[in-house]
């Protein structure tokens, strides 16, 4: 049986590990800490009490399409040499199908669609990596998503006096779906030094560049509100024997 701990799950949620466990132990999965292992046994009784929560405990069939593309882009640098640089864009979709009358019921609710609550339609990461000199790289790379669902039962004016009006501007009301999100991140690499099979190298990151207000998730099922986090950066130092 698969095992993960409560705070790699909270991760894969984009929630709190707080959050996380008040909800497990609502759910009758007391006494755990954010190392402590989750079950299978107990991710579905946490998914039984927030489907009671939110009225709906039938069983949804979700299948997840992920489609993968690789490419190559040749370039010269600055002394003329010729470099390959990969090129890898990821899409991602999830379809859950709904049997009987309960799939009529959500359409006809939903003007001829419905939608799960963690289903984003389409997802795209690339990321350019270059080889500046033999120890000296540098890395671009940027990351899309098409938004998920929004099923926030007020209007958009109770929504403001909740949140706040910057978190409300990221949400299409509209199409009932959180605005798309964006970020470019950077990389800039260097191997400080290296003998026989022990390395050093030297890595800053820096992500969120436009430091844009991409918000993840608005009045989700798992999480509530999500927001990702504005421009930061990190320096990384790493050894290898």
Avoid: C
Avoid at 112 to 124: E, L, P, S, V, Y
């Amino acid at each position: 049986m698969a095992h993960t701990t409560i705070e790699r799950f909270a991760t894969e949620l984009k929630m709190p590990s707080g959050v996380l466990l008040e909800q497990l132990a609502k759910a009758g999965v007391a006494g755990k800490k954010e190392g402590d292992k989750l079950s299978e046994q107990d991710k579905t009784r946490l998914l039984d009490y927030l489907r009671k929560q939110h009225g709906g405990q039938d069983q949804k069939k979700k299948i997840t399409l992920t489609r993968k593309q690789t490419s190559e882009i040749k370039a010269a640098d600055s002394t003329g040499r010729a470099r390959t640089i990969q090129v890898e864009v990821r899409k991602k979709r999830v379809f859950v199908k709904r049997d009987g009358a309960d799939a009529a019921n959500a359409l006809s609710k939903t003007a001829g669609r419905f939608w799960d609550t963690q289903d984003q339609r389409n997802t795209a990461r690339t990321r350019f990596r270059y080889l500046l000199t033999s120890r000296l790289w540098a890395a671009l790379g940027a990351e899309y998503g098409s938004g998920l669902p929004v099923a926030f039962g007020g209007t958009e004016e109770q929504a403001i006096a909740q949140y706040g009006s910057q978190i409300v501007e990221r949400v299409n009301f509209a199409r009932s779906r959180v605005k798309p999100s964006f970020s470019l991140d950077a990389s800039l690499g260097a191997e400080m030094w290296k003998r026989d099979s022990v390395q050093i190298r030297l890595q800053a990151d820096a992500a969120n560049l436009t430091n844009r207000v991409n918000v993840i998730d608005f009045a989700g099922l798992f999480s509530g509100n999500a927001v990702a986090p504005p421009r930061s950066f990190a320096l990384r130092l790493e050894t290898s024997f």
